[in-house]
């Protein structure tokens, strides 16, 4: 972390707090306490609504019956939401599914978009500036979505999960975040490796890459929460259900407040609320990003600043 | 109806069938209109009827398999309130149809559907003689999917479209990609499949799109489906006596909200309003209109029309409305019987899907539906919604084994209640799906899970009810239908499947966005009152004399 | 053949490493030299210039092969904008668009005279304009405050803390909503509760767009927080350091060397944001849409897959796309420009 702001701040220990600079002012009391306080509230205003989706998601009909709706102080603990989401049925598979298209579709984008962004790191290479108006142009108009599916249904890719990640595969931000990275690099060592010999396919793979693990952590954690909760292109381009991912069960399950069928007995055995189960599979889906991202943080100020500062 | 599926599903796709505009009704009537004979397949706008549509409908034989208790009268289903003897069960398909063809085909679906290769769907299959395999789509958002899938070059075998999706271009396409049935229906054809020979024509006169028989319809009651339902246990619980009129209503329901308490007198009512009072059926385009004093009104222009909006504002404006009906989030069945609302209004159904989800928990829970009062507290007038509203096409470039093994399907799932067609359709394999307790037969797990209504469009009976496990409601609700279809009217259009030309399909699409505005106070009856200014000008009048024409070509199919 | 790439590559490479290494991030404007530098030299022969980068020319293709085929062929379609466009007149939408009938600017005609689309059009600028003023102030601020603190730890915590909004779905970040701020909501309740009235702030149409801008903040802030803070890094300690010396106070040095230094990434977000000007929230508005009723909640988005979708006019769809694409790219243009005469770099190069 501290890479980027080299210099003073010397590291004693990862979570040692670092000797206060000798010029700055000792914080006032007062300014301390509100600090703290403007820094709570903000925890608070996302924490708390977490904490309710959480809870109602391990409470008893019972008690949800009796709160009215979500639930704020938990009473009991029941795992029984989960228990039945993960035996079998179309949670269990979609949620299979979403994983699946989104190991897939992140390694391809990431495939596609480190070799396009090194591609276009030469300043000054063939077509160069030709690709990068090419790549920009896109991220100001689209296309509308009845051409787009029609395209997608005559290459044949409906029903397919090509269809959840062809469309959606490249990322032009991302794709210019990483190319600042690389342009970053310090060309001796490149210029180094093509006196050896090495070939531009060899300096990406040995040398550029290695040295980009922050950017690569980065972006790829941008692509995976894309898939993660993408359902829009799965909602128009899949026909089956069986192979909807889980934020299409999950909207027809919380916004059209279906009951899923495959528990309707549990439900209507009256053990099981039908809200646990929305707040269970919200909880599900948001459960790989959210465990996922404090492993990548660290990265983040390396990846960002280079990419976000220079665009 | 088919009653006996999940709680919530069969009742949300008929509550739907009579909330949502349905933009268009469709049918050919090339000859009469225009004359150019012959009426090819096409997008052809009008309607036909009258003899041209003798020629086409098929034959009706009454079915005499089982005898309902409750014969239908004044327009009701038939209700069966007695429990099938599952040792006597009759049989209506003597002998397998089905060639074995593969069938594709896609149908909304509200819930979970099963997974494709289920005990259910093989042992259908099987008796039937096809192999049908299944395309179900978010009942939610299926007009979304339609028009893209029409769009394209490979539609499936079999398609089943609501009436409220036939939108904007979907009837041509309609014309454009669907076979005739006609071939193997019209006049005496249709005995060779007995049970379909056993729908209403009513509901076949329904299927004429585009000048041919395109469909198979799910036939319907043509009274009211929407039931304005309350609390029973909590009137009987607090000593509060059912409101006789609008003024009462109001009354009743300032004293009954006890917001604190989490407590609203109501969800939102603004579709009993147009019944209370009497306002033009809203379920179908053709039946916004009426012939009043030899001039076409549509339901938009009526001042009951704007009493229904101005009643059901004030009932907002009250603040007895639960607020998240108010905010259109979250299902309006669930707060009612969890309590948070004591009158709500759905399709009938809602009767015995809400009342056997909750006696498997709380045994007081009682709910009822009150019968629909008049503007004054004296009888109301009750429009007829069309008895027919979902159906079933098949793929124009199906072989012609596909569409007779499509027919033994649909002929196998009209199987009337009491026959072991029927059993198979609604509760699966006994066994597996079902298990027969105190002579009734009760759904497994898997069954709740696997039967489930995939099989509730592609074909069914004339319009029923029966719930084995709780008699006396089919009872009530028969008994509901039948006091209601004594005030029921059938306007200038009943029974007729219009399309409307298409520079005028989405004329009036946005006046139900306005109603919502209005009664929750976002906009004003003027407003209202200007659309339909607008509207006129804009198409309104011109469309009215197109309906004019196609009225005094055909006449009314009402009698 | 190499001969020719090092020196550009690396004139490139030099300047756009100067951030990492601990310049100021306007020192990135560095990299504009060094492409006019790349341009001032003399150019080989494009076969030898094909031949030296025809590898990194194959590593760019699948990208742009992805892009050609998935962004810029259906934007063709958009021809469908000046017709009566029926999918249905052939056996294939694509043919269907041959046979279609012209009906030149008809489709414009009825859209710049519906009003609807007029207030859609208000209403995206208005929700947009409202983002812009109430959306930056919050990351800024949260990350100066958590650049302040001192400790690590709570650094982290906080980061990681603000950031988990970022992935919730706007399905459920409108159900919580309304769970609490909704009339029937936990809010609602305790003050009823407590003999007050209830609040019902999910359904007034008045405070609607500010409802929005609301949950868009507490959705993305923590998102703003980090590309913020990681700008803070890089702002050298030693700068601090001779500010202090000179006796500028903490005040002082936010002014003059803090805010200063986040303005090339506010004015790169803003440029972005407004890109995304006429996209605002479209299923987030689509969800909410029947709580305060269109007059409020239409925008562009949601005008053209109403249009599209619901009532299947294809054609007048794709002309409300079209105008919105040329004004949103118009707006990007002209943002990046301001840019520019500020001293920003924006987006893209001049």
Known sequence: MTAVTPGTRARSGRWAAPPRPPWEEKPSRAGLAGKGLTLALAALAILFPLWIVVVTSLQSKRTIDAAGGLVVVPRGFTLIAYEELLTGGQVQRAALVSVGVTLTGTLFSMAVSVLCAYGLSRTGSLGHRWFLMLLLATMFFGAGLIPTYLLVQALGLTDSYLALILPSAVSVFNILVLRAFFMGISPELIDSARIDGAGDWRILWRIVLPLSRAVLAVISLFYAVGYWSAWFNASIYLTDQDMMPLQNVMIQLVQKQERPVGLATQINTGQLSPLAVQMAVMVMALLPVAVLSPFVQRHFKKGMLTGAVKG | MTPNSAPSAPSRRSFLASTAVAAAAVAGGTPLLTACGGGQDGNKDGTTSGKDAQKILPAFVASSVVTPDLPSKNGSAAGFTRAIDLKALKTSVPKKLGGGSDLKIMSPFWGSPPAGDNAYYTAMNEAIGVKATWQNQDGNTYDEKLGAILASSDIPDVVVVPGWNLNGKIPSAINAKFADLGPYLSGDKVKAYPNLAAVPTDAWQRSIFGGRLRAIPMPASYVTNIAPFYRKDVFAKKGYTLPKSPDEFLAWAKEATDAKAKVWACDDLKWTAFNIYGVLNGSDKALWWDLRDGKLVNRIETDEYLEALEWTRKLYAAGVVHPDAKAVKGDASNRFTAGQSLVFNGDLSYWYGSTAEQRTQKTDFEMGAFDIFGPDGGDPTLWATQPAGIFTFVSKTASERQIKDFLALADFCAAPYGTKEYMLTVYGVEGTDYTVKNGLPTKTTKGTNEVNGAYDYTGDPAAYLAHPDLPEIARLQVEWQQRMGAFTKKSSFYGLTITEPNRWTNLANDFEQLEDDVVRGRKKIADVQQAVADWKSKGGDDLRAWYKKLLDDNGSAAK | MSHSTVPRSRAGARAGRKAPDGSPPEGAGGRRAAGSTGRGAGRPALRLRFRRDRALILMTLPAIALLLVFTY??????????????????????????????????????????????????????????????????????????????????????????????????????????????????????????????????????????????????????????????????????????AAMDGAGRWRRMWHITLPALRPVIALLLVLRVGDALTVGFEQLLLQRDSVGPGAAEVLDTYVWWNGIRNQDFGYAAAAGLIKGVVGLGLVLTANKVAHLMGEQGVYEK
């Open chain 3, 73 to 242: 062929i259906p934007v063709l379609g958009n021809v469908v904008a000046f017709q009566d466009y029926d999918p249905y007149l052939s056996d294939n939408g694509f043919v269907a668009m041959f046979e279609s009938p012209w009906v030149g600017l008809e489709n414009f005609r009825r859209i710049f005279e519906d009003s609807a689309f007029w207030h859609a059009v208000q209403n995206t600028f208005v929700l947009f304009l409202l983002q812009l003023v109430l959306y930056f102030p919050v990351p800024v601020a949260l990350a100066l405050l958590i650049n302040s603190v001192v400790r690590p730890r709570v650094r982290a915590v906080a980061q990681a803390v603000m950031y988990l909004p970022h992935f919730f779905s706007w399905v459920l970040v409108v159900t919580v909503f309304q769970q609490i701020f909704g009339g029937a909501g936990i809010i609602a309740q305790t003050l009823r509760r407590h003999g007050h009235q209830g609040i019902d702030l999910m359904t007034d149409p008045g405070i609607f767009k500010f409802l929005v801008t609301a949950e868009g903040v507490w959705k993305d802030a923590g998102w703003g927080i980090i590309v913020f803070l990681a700008a803070l890094s890089a702002v050298p300690p030693d700068l601090y350091e001779a």
